[in-house]
């Protein structure tokens, strides 16, 4: 990548050939990125003073009818904004473009090791540069605190130059998203949009594309931003945005988005009327090719406007394949309280194990117990499993001793099972149990 104060290396291996297909290793000297501790630090601060610098503001100006309103323009675009509407409550305007100067560098496999420089207000870089405009564009904007030189950034440019012939413009605002000040940051949020917006009518003016070539990708703020420019340039292909949120580390989704065009690397999501019958396997099965879909880079790919769900690895590699573990329970033995686990073994001895109770849950007789599990994507062929009952013990009650179960089938959302069937096969407390699998769904025998 091009970054003027860093020492940027891409490295090409392998060679070419007729297809296009390659492969390289990236050695980046990269910007270092804020952590998420000083992210979120430096949004509850800015907000804090916000609605403090709000109160007094109230306070001073309670027999004022109206507060009068802010507005600044750069008159190159004639570029006006004002704090009026959503804007009113961050009360803060966009820096000038000579403050947060933007820049938009292009890579496609063409240009692997120097990204060209493409200027809005300037035909002739668009004109030298490698833009290829048979190819969709894909642009990628950074977030609060983020820099264009960050690993992710460069990550995800490979990762589509690999993917796909594409023209990849990844945006850098890092001057105008700096930390502290998040209110700042969001307000230049809104002329880096209108930039982007620009630089897309220059590209349409001068190569013959069209708005519907353009997949936008944004972080955090740069999600953002993305909104604002599909705003104002109606009918872009697709917009992707990585939102923080309060119960996940907000880069994860910058993770799944990359890993997502992994080869052999897919994030099956099936069509679900809500989450808690998808956990339990009750909308599994993608029967007819069109209750399924793929989260990430190959989402539009999907049906559109239909819920979908998954399960993902808590540890890398994040994408895998998900598995319904299904366990009959023999009937007439009443109730225990424990947990069951699973490990799946395929017929390379690649295994691993899942918890498909609880381990203090109540478990009944003559039913069955359903769980998602997301195996490892090379465990796929499933030639046999390993059950352990673990005995609950507590003050008021235990559980049994030994638990029977009948049937263990381990099915895929594609239709492929692996099943075991055996009535009143004894599981006892802590015991490792081997069950070979066949293909396909066993049938228990007629008692």
């Not at 890092?174 to 000040?181: D, S």
């Not at 002329?191 to 590209?203: P, S």
Request: hydrophobic letters at 35%.
């Amino acid at each position: 990548m091009v970054c003027p104060v860093f020492l940027c290396l891409l490295l090409l291996s392998a060679s070419t050939t007729s297809d296009l297909s390659y492969t390289w290793t990236r050695d980046v000297v990269v910007a270092a990125e804020p952590s998420d501790f000083q992210i979120w630090t430096a949004i509850d601060i800015s907000l804090a003073r916000r609605r403090e610098l709000r109160r007094r503001k109230e306070m001073y100006h309670s027999h004022v009818q109206k507060r009068e309103e802010k507005v600044v323009c750069y008159t190159r675009f004639i570029w006006c904004f004002r704090d009026e509407g959503p804007f009113e409550y961050w009360d803060t305007l966009p820096e000038s473009p000579e403050i947060i100067e933007t820049t938009f560098n292009l890579y496609t496999r063409h240009n692997l090791l120097e990204g060209d420089s493409l200027h809005y207000d300037n035909n002739s870089s668009l004109n030298v540069s490698h833009f290829n405009a048979s190819n969709p564009v894909k642009i990628i904007i950074h977030g609060f605190g983020g820099s264009a030189a960050n690993a992710w950034v460069g990550q995800m440019v490979e990762a589509m130059l690999e993917t796909a012939d594409v023209n990849v413009i990844v945006v850098d605002w890092n001057k105008g998203a700096k930390l502290p000040n998040y209110m700042q940051a969001a307000a230049n949020s809104r002329l880096v949009g209108k930039e982007i917006a620009e630089l897309i009518r220059l590209i349409n003016y001068e190569r013959g594309t069209a708005n519907e070539d353009y997949h936008l990708i944004g972080y955090s703020l740069g999600a953002h931003i993305a909104g604002f420019v599909g705003t104002e340039m109606k009918n872009l292909s697709r917009i992707t945005g990585g939102q923080w949120h309060s119960l996940c580390h907000h880069r994860r989704a910058i993770e799944y988005f990359i890993a997502s065009m992994e080869p052999g690397c897919s994030f099956t999501s099936v069509a679900c009327d809500n989450y808690e019958e998808f956990v339990r396997g009750d909308c599994f099965l993608c029967s007819d090719n069109t209750s399924c879909g793929n989260m990430g880079y190959f989402t539009d790919e999907s049906l559109p406007q239909i819920k979908m769900y998954l399960l993902t690895r808590a540890d890398q590699p994040y994408c895998g394949i998900q598995y319904k573990v299904m366990i009959k329970h023999t009937e007439d033995q009443g109730i225990t309280w424990g947990g069951l686990e699973i490990t799946l073994m395929d017929d390379q001895e690649l295994s691993e194990t899942f918890d498909v109770t609880e381990r203090y849950e109540e478990i009944q007789d003559g039913v069955e117990t359903q769980s998602i599990v997301v195996a490892h994507p090379l465990l796929s062929n499933i030639t046999k499993v390993i059950i352990t009952y673990h005995k609950y013990v507590g003050w008021i009650y235990s559980g049994l001793d030994e638990w029977k179960i009948n049937k263990v089938s381990v099915s895929g959302p594609f239709g492929n099972m692996f099943s075991y069937c055996s009535y009143a096969t004894v599981l006892r407390d802590k015991q490792e149990i081997v069950l070979g699998l066949e293909p396909g769904e066993c049938i228990l025998p007629d008692t």
